[in-house]
């Protein structure tokens, strides 16, 4: 049977740990975390990803993100309040790998978010740069698809792989289905990421419980699972 996954950007209460404990694999926020809480996650069977993201800069926790603060802010992303990097920078190599450290900390792996945001060769310079530093890691792509075949021998081991964010629904700017072309190219990714033989996970988005079920079943009929969520990922067991 295939693993599961879950995202979950919520508050660690203790019902979170709980239902997310259920999951084979749970993406979660680890620095807003206690050890302590990432042991108990752990302890419940769920292998735990902490979040990292390698082509946006990003408010998270007491961390703010001032923008063009830094001398690798290169573009506001004005849907999610976050700034693209230039990810070839050295001051952001050092940043990216000292905030990899603090998320992976007590956890199993990553899940490298924004990769298609920056260059992206340099996006890449940067996934190897993680790799190298954490060898032990599970690393997920979240997305990613403009940097394969490249980026698939960074995620193969330990049981890495794909994360195909809105594989069927999005959030923006209503939660909705995709149209006939957005499911066509969806389809045709995934075809791609399975053709280089890399696990690969699914996460859609839905605010009633019909889009909800359309979500899973149409992950169904492509052989997979998904996890379907709201916009801010505060769902811990997903949408009913």
Do not use: I
């Not at 295939?2 to 997310?20: D, E, I």
């Not at 292998?47 to 063009?68: I, K, M, N």
């Not at 992976?104 to 990769?115: K, M």
């Not at 791609?192 to 690969?200: D, T």
């Amino acid at each position: 049977m295939p693993s599961t996954l879950a995202v979950y950007y919520g508050p660690p209460t203790p019902a979170a740990v709980a239902a997310l404990g259920g999951w084979d694999m749970a993406v979660v926020q680890t620095t807003l975390y206690a050890p302590e809480q990432l042991l108990a996650l752990r302890k419940g069977g769920a292998r735990v990803l902490g979040y990292l993201s390698v082509g946006e800069d990003h408010a998270l926790g007491d961390r703010a993100c001032e923008p063009f603060g830094e001398p690798y802010h290169a573009a506001v992303n004005p849907a999610w309040g976050s700034v693209v990097v230039d990810a070839a920078h050295p001051q952001w190599a050092r940043t990216l790998l000292a905030r990899a450290a603090a998320s992976v900390a007590h956890a199993d792996g990553l899940l490298l978010d924004t990769l298609d945001s920056a260059e992206s060769g340099a996006t890449l310079a940067r996934v190897r740069d993680v790799r190298a530093a954490f060898p032990q890691a599970t690393l997920v792509a979240n997305r990613g698809f403009g940097l394969l075949p490249e980026l698939a021998p960074l995620l193969r081991p330990h049981g890495g792989g794909v994360l195909f964010e809105a594989l069927s629904t999005t959030h923006a700017p209503a939660y909705a289905a995709h149209d006939a072309g957005g499911l066509a190219y969806t389809a045709g990714q995934l075809a791609e990421v399975r053709r280089l033989e890399l696990p690969v996970w699914a996460l859609d988005y839905a605010d009633t419980p019909r889009l909800a079920a359309w979500a899973r079943a149409r992950a169904a009929t492509l052989g997979l699972g998904t996890f379907v969520t709201d916009r801010l990922l505060c769902r811990a067991g997903g949408f009913p």
